[in-house]
Structures are given as structure tokens and as C-alpha cells.
């Protein structure tokens, strides 16, 4: 198979993981006779930069030219000024919006081998496996108007929560369809209580739930959904929410395996194929991200963990190329790392053989060609 790849590494520890997850692709291509092509852009701070802008037109056009997008972070405190008018997260707001990307998935799963490394009670995580379906294109984000100002009565500024029936639906479905793969428990999260928005989310949930007949629905408010995530995440199978709510709550959900590093994303634009096919040529590309940032405070010391730049990639051979087997390859040979007791610095706990982010993706890249 030939799949055109678009790499943005961003800013800070984004090139890092990216670069091992191009070289555990390779590792891919080569065992099983594929052939993928990267090209490059850039995005975020580092494109501001040198063009002036978050995300350049060059770079808009390479991701609109290719199968898929690996993405790595972006932003840091050489850009962190509020008062500056182009932030490096403009960057990957306008991908999302560009690329219609209005379904993030973000799957917390516990390696029982890094059990220890959490800081919850091994009894409140054990077999804990769940996704997080966040809406991405609406809400507080990209809700109008937004802006800050002054007045004589001082400084104001407005951000604006906007959902209509069909973005909602939309993500909603995506989140019923892989809860009826999965388990069949749907958690809905809202704040309905107080948010006419969330009022919304609730009904046409509710609604839709008739079609999914099979998948039992519960509907969650969000500080309870933040409880439980801690005290009782087993209880979660598939748990979709609104745009910030499943910002906050995904972050949250990283304490459980003990590191941002080890948590992968992808941003959709429809639900993930059934079929295991890949995605039609002519349709916009999907993006797979880490959830964790730029970590400014790690950059350029080698010692970033790549592995949810890695579980990206495989997210992206399973769901844009229908490669099913590949995914599992790669998914395999991070579980046997782990088991074999190596570890990145962020996840050793003061044990373990602890690696550099080259010597991890240099060791799950081999380990795929010699199929372990």
C-alpha cells in the first residue's frame, strides 16, 4: 500500500516524537511491504516565527494533499504572552477547522505493568479501558463572538458556547457507534443543570439513543464525571462531552496510566471505518496527535517518551489505512517493551531500564521488524 503522510512536529518535544514515529512507520513498511511518503510543514510558534502566521498556506496545502496527519505539539513560553495577536494554538484550531476534525478521540488505557507509576490506588485502576470522545470544532473555542476590551469600567472579555442539534449529533453518533464495538456503556457528559447548551446536548443525546437501543446510556454532569474518573474510572467504557469539557477531562484521565506520554489521539472527520478499509482518496485527511504539549522544560534533552507519538501512528495505520495488522504490531511491541522492563524517564517510578526518546523508538522500531 501507498499513503502520504504530512509530519507537523511543532514546537518543543513535537519534532522529538514525531521523528520516532516516523522511524517505527519505516520499521512498518519495510515488514510488511508498504510504501509511505512524509512530507514536512510547520505549524505552531516556530511558524510564527518565520512566516508570521500558526499554520502557513504551504503547510494547509500539504495536509490537504495528504492520507493522514502526524502531529506533534505546539507552543511554549517564548510565545505565551496573551497580549500577542497569533498564538501557536491557532495553529491546530484552524487544522481542526480546515479538516472538519469535529471527533477527537482519546483512549485511556492502563498498562498493568506501569500500574505503579500512577498516583491512584492499583485496586481504583486495574483493567481500566476507556475512550474519551471530545467535540472539537464548536463550543467556547470557536464560539462568536470572542474578544477583550476595555472600557471606563475597566477590562471585559467574552468567550461565546454555541452547539446546534447537528454538531452534536454528529459526534454523539461517532460515540455510539464505537460503544456498540465496544462494551455497549455510553456516558454522556453535560452540565444541564446550569448550561441552556448542555440542555441540548441532553435531549438530542436521548434522542438518538433510540436508534442505539443496544448501547445503554447514562448521562453524567461534568464535576461528577471528574470524580469518577478517579476514584472509579472502570466504570467507563465510551464517554462523549463537549468541546472543553472533554479538553479538561482527557488531561485528567492521564493521571490513571501515570503520563501524558503514553496517551495517543486522533481527530476525525467522520466515525471510524467498519469495514477496516481506508479512507477514500478525495476525502480530508485525519489527524493523530499525543495529547501532551510542547513540554518546553524536557525540550531538546532526549528524554521526552515517544510512545503516545507511537500509539498515534498506530491509530492512524487502524483507522485512515485499514491496517489492522500493522496497528497490532506496533501496538505489541510497545506492550513487550514495557513488559521487558523498559521505561522512559516519566514513567520509571525509580525503576526499570530507563531509555532516551531515540533509544525507545530505536528499540519498538526493531522489535516490529524482528516481530516481537
Not at 124 to 150: A, M, S
Not at 198 to 214: A, G, I, N
Not at 287 to 307: C, K, Q
Not at 345 to 372: E, H, L, Y
Request: with cysteine; charged share 25%.
Amino acid at each position: 500500500m501507498e499513503a502520504r503522510i504530512a509530519i507537523l512536529g511543532g514546537d518543543g518535544i513535537g519534532p522529538e516524537v514525531t521523528a520516532e514515529s516516523v522511524r517505527v512507520l519505516d520499521a512498518v513498511a519495510d515488514r510488511f511491504g508498504h510504501d509511505f511518503t512524509y512530507v514536512a510543514g510547520r505549524v505552531g510558534g516556530n511558524a510564527i516565527d518565520e512566516y508570521g502566521t500558526s499554520l502557513p498556506q504551504d503547510s494547509l496545502n500539504l495536509v490537504l494533499g495528504a492520507d493522514a496527519v502526524l502531529f506533534g505539539a505546539v507552543g511554549g513560553p517564548k510565545w505565551d504572552n496573551p497580549e500577542i495577536p497569533i498564538r501557536p494554538e491557532d495553529g491546530i484550531l484552524k487544522l481542526r477547522k480546515n479538516l472538519g476534525l469535529f471527533a477527537n478521540l482519546r483512549p485511556c488505557k492502563i498498562y498493568p505493568q506501569l500500574i505503579d507509576s500512577s498516583p491512584l490506588k492499583p485496586e481504583r485502576i486495574q483493567n481500566v479501558d476507556f475512550i474519551i470522545v471530545r467535540e472539537l470544532t464548536g463550543g467556547l473555542y470557536f464560539g462568536k463572538p470572542k474578544r477583550k476590551w476595555e472600557n471606563s469600567r475597566g477590562r471585559r472579555a467574552v468567550d461565546t458556547l454555541a452547539y446546534t442539534e447537528k454538531e452534536i449529533e454528529r459526534v454523539v453518533r461517532v460515540a455510539f457507534e464505537l460503544a456498540r464495538r465496544r462494551r455497549k456503556v455510553l456516558h454522556s457528559v453535560d452540565k444541564m443543570n446550569v448550561m441552556e447548551t448542555s440542555r441540548l446536548w441532553r435531549e438530542v443525546t436521548s434522542e438518538l439513543s433510540v436508534e442505539f437501543h443496544d448501547v445503554e446510556l447514562h448521562h453524567m454532569l461534568a464535576d461528577n464525571a471528574a470524580i469518577q474518573i478517579v476514584t472509579n474510572p472502570s466504570i467507563f467504557d465510551v464517554i462523549v462531552t463537549e468541546n472543553m469539557f472533554g479538553d479538561i477531562l482527557s488531561d485528567e484521565a492521564a493521571v490513571i496510566g501515570g503520563s501524558m506520554g503514553m496517551l495517543p489521539s486522533a481527530s476525525l472527520a467522520a466515525a471510524p471505518p467498519t469495514d477496516g478499509k481506508k479512507r477514500r482518496r478525495g476525502g480530508k485527511p485525519a489527524l493523530y496527535e499525543p495529547i501532551h504539549g510542547s513540554a518546553p522544560d524536557i525540550t531538546g534533552r532526549g528524554i521526552a517518551n515517544p510512545m503516545a507519538s507511537i500509539l498515534s501512528a498506530a491509530m492512524m495505520l487502524r483507522w485512515s489505512f485499514g491496517l489492522q495488522e500493522e496497528a497490532d504490531a506496533i501496538e505489541a511491541s510497545i506492550n513487550g517493551a514495557i513488559s521487558d522492563g523498559y521505561r522512559t524517564v516519566d514513567i520509571s517510578n525509580g525503576g526499570g531500564n530507563v531509555m532516551g526518546t531515540s533509544q525507545i523508538g530505536d528499540m519498538i522500531a526493531g522489535r516490529i521488524r524482528m516481530n516481537r
